[in-house]
């Protein structure tokens, strides 16, 4: 009796189930990302409103907390984060380009420091929530809130505390830098405090990342999907020349100064 022959697979078919295979291995890759960046969140939404309601946001203890947590959010989002020069260890007024809502995570899990944001920051998902547990300033924007939030980042100067801003007040595909707003500026040069410039960048493959942009009327859940798919984003975190200030500098001259060396770090 003969044997019935073999069927051997098509090349069709063998593509199809190697395409198969590679979407498998990329949801399942997804999967396990975003189970360990919910854990994390969940154990932060634990520890660090805990710590901030037995210790204050400057105490040193409750910084390397929340230090910790951050930069272990870039490992789990796939970040590799390179340091280009040496960050300030003196507190003082951080001053950055802005792209991504990464960015707090970026720049906040290599530095302590506290943040500036928008109101309406407060009211994301997740992110919102988290600022807030992190000793964030939120500050209502228009007109007459230029001197209210001047003396609010003035006050925590004068504390002793860094404050990050981001003087574009927006963010970008980071391939520009757009004009910094100089108001903000009156603050450290009111509390004779160093302006200490940082430039971000983000790249995949040698190229600027069409990934980290979160931009326009990007929806926050979909973004993280988009990083989450990526395997890998690498960012490079310039800390530039530091500029000493007192009471007789002149904010635009200060900003422009700010400005011109994030520039020419990232373009």
Not at 7 to 23: G, H
Not at 112 to 120: G, H, N, Q, T, Y
Not at 151 to 156: A, Y
Not at 211 to 221: L, Q, R, S, T, Y
Request: hydrophobic share 40%; proline share 6%.
């Amino acid at each position: 009796m003969q044997e019935p022959a073999l069927v051997q697979p098509t090349a069709e078919a063998s593509t199809l189930t190697q395409k198969f295979i590679q979407k498998l291995i990329q949801k399942l890759r997804i999967a396990t990302k975003a189970t360990k960046l919910l854990v994390h969140f969940s154990l932060g939404g634990i520890l660090i409103p805990t710590l901030g309601f037995w210790l204050p946001f400057n105490t040193s203890f409750h910084k390397k907390i929340t230090q910790w947590w951050l930069k272990r959010a870039c490992n789990i989002l796939s970040l590799t984060v390179k340091i280009k020069g040496q960050l300030p260890s003196d507190p003082g007024f951080f001053v950055s380009n802005h792209v991504s809502w990464m960015d707090i995570i970026v720049i906040g899990g290599h530095t302590p420091i506290r943040f500036l944001s928008k109101a309406e920051v407060r009211q994301w998902p997740i992110i919102g929530w988290f600022a807030a547990c992190t000793g964030t300033l939120f500050i209502q924007r228009g007109n007459g809130k230029s001197t209210v939030m001047a003396n609010i980042i003035q006050e925590e100067l004068g504390k002793g505390e860094s404050i990050l801003v981001f003087p574009e007040a927006t963010s970008t595909d980071g391939k520009q830098v757009r004009r910094f707003f100089p108001n903000m500026f009156s603050a450290p040069i009111n509390a004779n405090a160093p302006v200490h410039p940082l430039a971000i960048h983000y790249s995949e493959n040698g190229s600027p990342s069409s990934k980290a942009p979160f931009i326009n009327d990007d929806e926050f859940f979909s973004h993280l999907l988009s990083i989450l798919k990526s395997d890998n984003i690498n960012v490079t975190l310039h800390a530039l020349n530091s500029i000493s200030t007192n009471i007789d500098s002149r904010r635009k001259v200060v900003s422009d100064l700010a400005r011109e060396q994030i520039t020419d770090a990232i373009l």
